[in-house]
């Protein structure tokens, strides 16, 4: 940092004031938009307002609701977000709200804001997105057409579901050659991911001075894939077959390429290709030695992630694995079950060791490695029992059950033949109803015997505070639960997930996108 004293005062990780829906952002480079400044709000809610104070490199940000912003302040921590590639810090306000009418120049944020809030709605082009892309219309596709220019190295599935997964759940990918041209088609479960991704990578290098992105809409508007192997892949049906003769790529192939988000090139001996995908050393996260910051040249992803958390494990972990390494658990509160219901929903969960000689740690398997990287996204940096949880990818392939008459005081479990999977279904719609953890939880399976005040007084029992509450107008199996912040969600996920509510109905709990 050039200017290393003026950064002393921001050293700690806890912003110094208390949670608030404004969050004031510092060393905004000149030269940024509104709408760019607003893209970093958007992932984690509704943007009501914003105050740009350019002389200063200052701005500030209102989200509609502190959980929002607490959700923003969370992710943004551990991974400091970016602005035309300088670095941005945020913390919360001392203001609880912004008032603007009155002041100069708010034309143009208010401008900003209206479109953006128009692009949620679905009606209207997003602002920052250059003219010539035409508008976004409602129904854009969730389907990318990518071409890759300068192809030196060879460009994997793996590589691209890599890039493309920081901005949100891909399920389908699609790679083959035409016009002696690698390309790819791309499906994401939202167009609104589709279009962050267009405008973060396209015309960026995968690797330096080499393999550039050319992204556009597909006229698709679904892809439809056969097989899985190394060639095509649908990351919501595990069932399909790997095709004649098409060699479905082991995890091991996958580990030539470095820790996930970063791309070391896939040759030790080429010289001169530092790895180009990476993320800027934010503290506490581990790059491989030997790459300095400098080597994570043209495209730092940390462009607001649109679904849910990066993380970037220790270089050990390998990327084709499916077990994951949970540490800074409340040794006192959790069992192998709870992070069962928790993990299984990002993926299905096979088994669960809490360590014997230290309980604040625990190894959890996945179904596959995709499911591993989604419930480590999602869930590392949340609060549980008043700790924050880190999740990365361990070195084991798998759990090992104790041997028989081997002491494990009931801390290995075995859950591969669970009735309560969310994704054994090929192709499940949960596949595409995945969401980051948040203060509101979609509940369904709700027998008609069972009324508003039941519901809440789960909840208050189970030691929620309840905020808000609404059944679903056309389906009054399903409603909305608004609780008091987003480790108690978290906490009442675990508790109430499958609770029997009676007339042979078990409650479902997921995250929702929605709010009250």
């Known amino acids: ?43 984690f809610g509704k943007v009501t307002n914003l105050l740009m104070l350019k002389g200063k490199s200052q701005a500030f940000l209102e989200m509609a609701s502190e959980e929002a912003a607490v959700t923003m302040v969370n992710y943004y921590t551990p991974v400091t977000p970016h602005l035309r590639s300088q670095p941005v810090f945020i913390q919360y306000s001392n203001h609880r709200e912004l008032k603007t009418d009155n002041l100069p120049n708010q034309a143009r944020a208010q401008a900003a804001l209206q479109a953006v809030s128009a692009v949620q709605s679905g009606s209207l082009a997003l602002p920052g997105a250059p003219t010539s892309e035409g508008t976004i219309l409602p129904g854009q596709s969730p389907v990318l057409r990518i071409i890759i220019e300068n192809l030196f190295y060879p460009v994997t599935l793996e590589v691209l579901h890599q890039i493309f ?50 992204i556009d809409f597909s006229k698709l508007t679904s892809l439809n894939v056969k097989y899985n192997n190394d060639k095509s892949r649908d990351f919501t049906r595990l069932d399909l077959p790997t095709g004649d003769g098409q060699p479905s790529l082991e995890p091991p192939m996958a580990a030539a390429f470095g820790a996930p988000g970063i791309i070391s090139s896939p040759y030790a001996g080429a010289a001169g290709f530092a790895p180009a995908i990476g993320f800027p050393q934010a503290t506490g996260l581990s790059v491989p030695a030997g790459l300095g910051p400098g080597a994570l040249g043209p495209l730092a992803i940390t462009s607001s992630a649109v679904t849910g958390r990066m993380a970037i494990p220790g270089a050990g972990g390998m990327p084709g694995n499916s077990v994951l390494l949970v540490t800074n658990l409340n040794p006192d509160l959790i069992t192998p079950h709870g992070l069962f219901i928790l993990f299984g929903v990002y993926g299905d969960v096979h088994r669960v060791k809490i360590m014997f000689n230290k309980k604040e740690n625990a190894l959890v398997q996945m179904a596959d490695a995709n499911q591993a990287q989604l419930a480590m996204n999602h869930l590392s940096g949340q609060r549980l029992y008043g700790k924050v949880l880190r999740a990365t990818l361990s070195k084991h392939q798998a759990v090992q ?12 479990k075995d859950f591969s033949n669970s009735p309560l999977h969310r994704f054994k279904k090929p192709g499940s719609k949960n596949f595409q109803n995945i969401f980051p953890p948040s203060a509101t939880l979609h509940l369904s399976n709700i027998p008609p015997s069972v009324t508003v005040d039941d519901l809440k007084n789960l909840f208050t029992e189970a030691g929620c505070s309840v905020k808000a509450f609404k059944f679903f107008q056309k389906d009054r199996k399903m409603a909305l639960i608004q609780l008091g912040s987003v480790e108690e969600a978290i906490q009442a996920l675990i508790e109430l997930h499958n609770h029997d509510l009676g007339e042979n109905h078990h409650l479902r709990v997921s995250f ?5």
């Open 165 to 214: 997964s920081k901005f949100g759940t891909v399920l389908k990918i699609i790679t083959f050659t035409k016009n002696n041209q690698f390309q790819a088609l791309l499906q994401y479960a939202d167009p609104l991911n589709a279009h962050y991704a267009k405008m973060a990578l396209d015309g960026q290098n995968i690797y330096n001075a080499c393999c550039t992105l050319r």
């Open 401 to 412: 059950l104790p041997r028989e008459g081997q002491e494990d005081q009931g801390l290995t």
């Open 1 to 43: 940092m050039a200017n290393g004293n003026d950064n002393k005062k921001f050293k700690g990780d806890r912003p110094p004031c208390s949670p608030s829906r404004v969050l004031h952002l510092r060393k905004i480079p000149s030269d940024v938009t509104e709408a760019e400044v607003i893209s970093l709000g958007l992932p």
């Open 512 to 516: 929702s996108k929605s709010t009250i």
